[in-house]
């Protein structure tokens, strides 16, 4: 008799999954219980008269379950199958990983060459980028999607391949040193497609198609950047507005990022190559499954279009994708040999919480790692002189837009209204509800500013913010700002203008929104594309243009010339 002592992790689990599943014999079956479970979790989108999804569970080289939920079509009312054509959004980006992969293990590339040896149109921004940054997201690069709406693309526009390089190649400066940290960025995988046209001497479309579709037996799948293709048996995107469903249409159409069009039968054969890959070498899988690392030396999750991470004690490989009325989402489980696909067409961003709960139904609950996490208890001390609280108090900025009130409330600080803080020190706090996060402030004895670091495990390194001095400008204090603010890498241009005791920002193509100030640098807008600018100023306070700084976008500077 084996005793449990003795049988090695790996054979465990897999006695445990054939308990499950049954024997070999039983490979193309999932029990009646099994499938009504499945069933279950998706009967909300199963009805005739609304858009819904497709779901396929992939067992070995089997798909085990594949069938669609509510309509591919509303107007003429056809239904969701495993044979509809969904567009895959962002879980497109394995493919391109994969074909890098695929090229640098023959020879053709290597990860850590320089992106202009292969783009040369591309600026040389005076630090190195990889292709590996690129595969990664560490470039620095900005998004291709949210730079487009600077050239005039609204929601009725189509944003290329052609489109998105013409705007890459103007861009001269980035968001952050190559490395320096992990920032999501669309347009490293189009440029990683360039790449593969470049170095494969075909198009990126029939790359794909002769090295990784043809030899999967992905019939059904297909690269596409022209949008006026026809597209056979595709589901239609919608949009949900208080039950009523309205077409979203997608209008981003660039390979690498996205651009993959198929369906739940094709993507079983790419979930199988995950753990039997086409060409029984599984280096290839492993180079698109190695986490990045930044310059500092820390791991990050995402690999090569896919991240990794572990659910209930598992190793898996994911990857999700939204745009428009499509919601795509995409899970392996190597070790189990396993995956699991949904694909969604009615904009319901519940899709994604559905491959934690199908995965939960198949994976042994008894191997399942500790939930939760506990924190380490943290010594705190009692300030008995409010002063050393109070003096602490106000609006903090961080250069991105980031914005934090601290107010004390019974003699505790307390973060944006409800977050207590507890003291480690006079100038150190922390979350009592979650003590890694803390707030170290400190005051320039010169400059008599106030500084605060948001310290997170969250980050690479601390946030750093300013107090801001919230006060209302005069009439002659606002007229420094009016003025045109031109962006030669975007080739755009805004006007802020003044209405009284308010200043407004237009541009050609967009219409007036107001501006609200905090402080006299920090200048808030309502467009969602310009939500934060930071005025730049010269050695006399002299306005010379402002810094968009909004979010991931950082430093992208419109410089001041006269009203147009």
Same mark, same amino acid.
């Given at each position: 008799?084996?005793?449990?002592?003795?049988?090695?992790?790996?054979?465990?689990?897999?006695?445990?999954?054939?308990?499950?599943?049954?024997?070999?014999?039983?490979?193309?079956?999932?029990?009646?219980?099994?499938?009504?479970?499945?069933?279950?979790?998706?009967?909300?989108?199963?009805?005739?008269?609304?858009?819904?999804?497709?779901?396929?569970?992939?067992?070995?080289?089997?798909?085990?379950?594949?069938?669609?939920?509510?309509?591919?079509?509303?107007?003429?009312?056809?239904?969701?199958?495993?044979?509809?054509?969904?567009?895959?959004?962002?879980?497109?980006?394995?493919?391109?990983?994969?074909?890098?992969?695929?090229?640098?293990?023959?020879?053709?590339?290597?990860?850590?060459?320089?992106?202009?040896?292969?783009?040369?149109?591309?600026?040389?921004?005076?630090?190195?980028?990889?292709?590996?940054?690129?595969?990664?997201?560490?470039?620095?690069?900005?998004?291709?999607?949210?730079?487009?709406?600077?050239?005039?693309?609204?929601?009725?526009?189509?944003?290329?391949?052609?489109?998105?390089?013409?705007?890459?190649?103007?861009?001269?400066?980035?968001?952050?040193?190559?490395?320096?940290?992990?920032?999501?960025?669309?347009?490293?995988?189009?440029?990683?497609?360039?790449?593969?046209?470049?170095?494969?001497?075909?198009?990126?479309?029939?790359?794909?198609?002769?090295?990784?579709?043809?030899?999967?037996?992905?019939?059904?799948?297909?690269?596409?950047?022209?949008?006026?293709?026809?597209?056979?048996?595709?589901?239609?995107?919608?949009?949900?507005?208080?039950?009523?469903?309205?077409?979203?249409?997608?209008?981003?159409?660039?390979?690498?990022?996205?651009?993959?069009?198929?369906?739940?039968?094709?993507?079983?054969?790419?979930?199988?190559?995950?753990?039997?890959?086409?060409?029984?070498?599984?280096?290839?899988?492993?180079?698109?499954?190695?986490?990045?690392?930044?310059?500092?030396?820390?791991?990050?999750?995402?690999?090569?279009?896919?991240?990794?991470?572990?659910?209930?004690?598992?190793?898996?490989?994911?990857?999700?994708?939204?745009?428009?009325?499509?919601?795509?989402?995409?899970?392996?489980?190597?070790?189990?040999?396993? +995956?699991?696909?949904?694909?969604? @067409? =009615?904009?319901?961003?519940? &899709?994604?919480? *559905?491959?934690? /709960? %199908?995965?939960?139904?198949?994976?042994?609950?008894n191997i399942v790692p500790p939930q939760g996490v506990v924190e380490a208890a943290v010594q705190?001390?009692?300030?008995?002189?409010?002063?050393?609280?109070?003096?602490?108090? +106000?609006?903090?900025?961080?250069? @991105? =837009?980031?914005?934090?009130? &601290?107010?004390? *409330?019974?003699? /505790? %600080?307390?973060?944006?209204?409800?977050?207590?803080?507890?003291?480690?020190?006079?100038?150190?706090?922390?979350?009592?509800?979650?003590?890694?996060?803390?707030?170290?402030?400190?005051?320039?004895?010169?400059?008599?500013?106030?500084?605060?670091?948001?310290?997170?495990?969250?980050?690479?390194?601390?946030?750093?913010?300013?107090?801001?001095?919230?006060?209302?400008?005069?009439?002659?204090?606002?007229?420094?700002?009016?003025?045109?603010?031109y962006s030669d890498e975007l080739d755009c241009s805004f006007q802020i203008k003044q209405k009284?005791?308010?200043?407004?920002?237009?541009?050609?193509?967009?219409?007036?929104?107001?501006?609200?100030?905090?402080?006299?640098?920090?200048?808030?807008?309502?467009?969602?594309?310009?939500?934060?600018?930071?005025?730049?100023?010269?050695?006399?306070?002299?306005?010379?243009?402002?810094?968009?700084?909004?979010?991931?976008?950082?430093?992208?500077?419109?410089?001041?010339?006269?009203?147009?």
């Amino acid at each position: 008799m084996i005793t449990k002592k003795l049988i090695p992790k790996r054979i465990a689990i897999i006695i445990l999954v054939i308990v499950i599943f049954g024997t070999t014999t039983d490979a193309q079956k999932l029990s009646d219980s099994t499938i009504v479970r499945v069933d279950r979790l998706f009967e909300k989108w199963n009805k005739n008269d609304i858009p819904g999804c497709v779901v396929g569970i992939v067992r070995g080289n089997d798909l085990v379950y594949a069938k669609g939920f509510g309509l591919a079509n509303l107007e003429n009312e056809t239904a969701n199958t495993s044979q509809t054509i969904f567009y895959m959004c962002s879980v497109s980006k394995q493919f391109a990983g994969y074909a890098i992969a695929l090229l640098a293990r023959g020879g053709k590339l290597q990860l850590d060459d320089k992106i202009q040896d292969y783009l040369p149109w591309m600026h040389d921004f005076g630090k190195k980028i990889t292709i590996r940054n690129l595969l990664n997201h560490t470039s620095g690069i900005r998004d291709d999607i949210g730079l487009s709406q600077y050239f005039g693309l609204n929601l009725d526009g189509m944003l290329t391949q052609d489109l998105a390089i013409q705007i890459l190649k103007r861009q001269r400066t980035l968001n952050f040193i190559p490395g320096e940290k992990f920032s999501y960025s669309n347009s490293n995988y189009v440029l990683l497609a360039e790449i593969v046209k470049e170095v494969s001497k075909k198009s990126f479309r029939d790359y794909v198609d002769s090295i990784i579709f043809k030899p999967l037996g992905m019939s059904s799948s297909k690269f596409v950047d022209d949008y006026s293709e026809v597209i056979k048996n595709r589901a239609v995107s919608y949009r949900n507005n208080n039950g009523v469903f309205y077409n979203s249409s997608q209008n981003v159409y660039t390979l690498g990022d996205g651009g993959l069009f198929t369906n739940v039968n094709d993507m079983a054969k790419w979930v199988t190559n995950f753990y039997a890959p086409m060409a029984g070498d599984l280096q290839d899988i492993e180079m698109l499954t190695t986490q990045g690392k930044l310059n500092n030396g820390k791991t990050i999750n995402y690999a090569m279009g896919v991240s990794v991470d572990s659910y209930r004690g598992q190793k898996r490989f994911m990857h999700n994708g939204g745009l428009a009325g499509y919601r795509t989402i995409i899970a392996v489980y190597p070790d189990l040999k396993m +995956g699991f696909v949904v694909f969604g @067409n =009615g904009g319901d961003a519940e &899709i994604y919480k *559905k491959i934690d /709960e %199908l995965s939960a139904l198949f994976i042994p609950t008894n191997i399942v790692p500790p939930q939760g996490v506990v924190e380490a208890a943290v010594q705190t001390i009692v300030l008995k002189d409010s002063m050393f609280v109070n003096r602490w108090v +106000g609006t903090y900025l961080a250069a @991105n =837009g980031y914005k934090v009130s &601290i107010a004390s *409330k019974g003699g /505790e %600080l307390v973060v944006n209204g409800n977050s207590a803080l507890a003291p480690e020190s006079t100038n150190l706090f922390h979350i009592i509800a979650r003590p890694s996060v803390k707030y170290q402030f400190s005051t320039d004895l010169k400059t008599k500013k106030t500084q605060a670091l948001l310290i997170t495990p969250a980050l690479s390194k601390p946030m750093e913010l300013s107090r801001v001095a919230e006060r209302p400008l005069s009439a002659v204090e606002l007229g420094a700002y009016v003025g045109s603010y031109y962006s030669d890498e975007l080739d755009c241009s805004f006007q802020i203008k003044q209405k009284g005791a308010e200043l407004w920002i237009s541009n050609k193509r967009y219409n007036d929104r107001k501006v609200t100030l905090l402080g006299s640098d920090h200048l808030f807008t309502d467009y969602d594309f310009l939500s934060h600018i930071l005025i730049r100023r010269d050695a006399k306070n002299k306005v010379l243009g402002f810094d968009l700084n909004s979010g991931e976008t950082m430093g992208l500077f419109f410089k001041k010339e006269r009203l147009e």
